[in-house]
């Protein structure tokens, strides 16, 4: 039975800390509150986490493992690993949790996810290029300059009100990397 209530209070803690990052940044988050929102108790919470900073490493943690299995499912060998597959994670990622995603790439939130994402997206690339070690330098700044790039671009999208659908934003960013890598 404990591990069925376990299978419900992480899932409430994570929606909790989404909806309060769309108000407030990460260090501005307190326990208290964050279990008000979930709905659990202090006791419950600390049975999971020493912190809120735990629940964002967390969740970091689950978004990095699903870039890696994403990446991991790609057939590197037989086609290669190009940007295109970025931007199908992109998409698989804001379908299933748009919420989520624009809190990920928020103007107050940006760095806290990004950065672990993004080093762990440019490990799975350039171990998937499978570069001899003197090129692997340049590619993994050339990685650094499209996602990058990418992520600022969502931001700014966000910070202008969506003017546009997230498919066009990306279809954008997708010609401009590939424009650039070509």
Not at 20 to 30: F, G
Not at 77 to 104: A, D, H, K
Request: aromatic fraction near 12%; glycine fraction near 6%.
């Amino acid at each position: 039975m404990a591990e069925n209530k376990d299978f419900k209070t992480r899932p409430q803690i994570f929606e909790a800390f989404i909806v309060l990052l769309e108000e407030k940044p990460l260090d501005k988050i307190s326990v208290k509150e964050l279990c008000e929102v979930a709905g659990v108790s202090r006791k419950t919470f600390y049975v999971h986490y020493n912190t809120v900073a735990d629940v964002a490493n967390d969740i970091q943690s689950e978004v990095i493992s699903s870039i890696e299995a994403f990446l991991d499912t790609v057939i590197i060998n037989e086609y290669g690993l190009g940007p295109q597959y970025f931007f199908q994670f992109i998409n698989t990622l804001y379908s299933s949790n748009p919420r989520f995603f624009e809190n990920l790439v928020s103007a107050t939130n940006y760095h806290f996810i990004v950065q672990g994402c993004t080093k762990a997206l440019k490990a799975k690339l350039l171990e998937g290029m499978n570069l001899p070690d003197e090129k692997k330098p340049l590619v993994g700044l050339q990685i650094d300059f499209c996602l990058g790039g990418a992520s600022s671009i969502y931001v700014e999208w966000l910070k202008n009100g969506k003017p546009v659908p997230f498919e066009e934003v990306t279809g954008q960013i997708a010609a401009i990397i590939m424009g650039a890598i070509s």
